[in-house]
């Protein structure tokens, strides 16, 4: 009867860890991810020139570094030594303010997607996500739309008709397909009987991963994420034949290089959410020691 609660003392300070490591823990966190996203977001630009070229039968970037492959470091420097521009007449603090309000929510999402297992320290388990948050599904759902209202702003600042056509046309897309992503994953929502992305991903771990289940809702899911981050054939608010470059046609410098980045951080995060939802997220299939403890 003694033994028993200095056991569990014993458990709970083996699980939960101290403010402080709580608190170390997270910065480390948030520095390696941030690093990590960062870097594959200018990396997956970089994908997307060399095989588009290939495509095309042409070169594509090779002349900085080996294969070309610090050719992103060349233009970031690039886009921080380009001057800034600004029209006549935009309405100059909503121009400013809009890259920040596209790049930040797209940065936000990552927070919640929990990338393995808890690690077990001596110090205590640690959550390998940023922020294990109860509702973490919905609020990947809210943050990411906010993003809208950066492009929308962009749009209707820039007191240019091509830009404002731009920004309308992505707010209204957005929108339209927020419905049919978020109704594609309330079957998951079910399955799991929670919100919290750990949950879901603990479900998957015994009853088998939901795109066998819900393909269909997998599907809509996928086909939803391809218009939220305006990839063809849903990219009519970037069409250049149209509308010379969309809601970004008036921004030059780093300002211009925010939207690309938070359009491919937010592929980046809809694909780490599909992962997630639909193919068991870290959880290795067909085996269980990766899914208890000590993980």
């Not at 002349?63 to 030594?81: C, E, H, S, T, Y």
């Not at 380009?82 to 309405?91: I, L, N, R, S, V």
């Not at 603090?93 to 940065?107: D, H, K, T």
Request: aromatic content about 12%; overall charge negative; some cysteine.
């Amino acid at each position: 009867m003694i033994a028993f609660p200095m056991l569990l003392q014993v458990v709970d300070s083996q699980v939960t860890p101290t403010t402080g490591v709580f608190l170390i823990a997270t910065l480390v966190k948030i520095l390696v991810i941030f690093t990590v996203y960062m870097v594959g977001v200018a990396y997956t630009t970089f994908a997307e020139r060399r095989i588009s070229a290939w495509i095309q039968d042409r070169h594509g970037p090779n002349r900085v570094g080996p294969q070309g492959l610090f050719q992103v470091l060349a233009d970031g420097v690039k886009n921080f030594m380009k001057e800034e521009t600004y029209p006549d007449d935009a309405f100059k603090s909503l121009f400013i303010l809009a890259p920040g309000l596209a790049f930040v929510p797209a940065m936000l999402t990552w927070a919640v997607i929990p990338f393995a297992s808890p690690l077990p320290t001596p110090w205590g388990r640690i959550d390998m996500v940023v922020a294990d948050l109860p509702v973490g599904f919905l609020f990947t759902l809210a943050i990411s739309s906010l993003g809208v209202y950066g492009i929308t702003l962009a749009g209707w600042s820039s007191n240019n008709k091509y830009a404002l056509l731009g920004g309308l046309r992505a707010s209204a897309q957005m929108i339209s397909y927020e419905i049919a992503m978020g109704m594609a994953t309330v079957c998951v929502l079910l399955l799991s009987g929670n919100v919290a992305l750990g949950e879901v991903i603990r479900q998957q771990a015994t009853m088998g991963w939901n795109v066998l289940l819900l393909s269909v809702a997998c599907f809509i899911f996928l086909v939803s994420a391809f218009a939220e981050t305006n990839r063809l054939p849903f990219d009519l608010p970037e069409a250049e034949a149209e509308l010379v470059a969309g809601y970004h046609t008036e921004y030059s410098a780093m300002k211009f290089s925010m939207f690309p980045i938070s359009e491919y951080a937010n592929m980046i995060t809809a694909s780490a959410l599909l992962s997630t939802l639909f193919f068991g997220g870290w959880d290795i299939p067909f085996t269980q020691w990766d899914n208890l403890p000590p993980f």
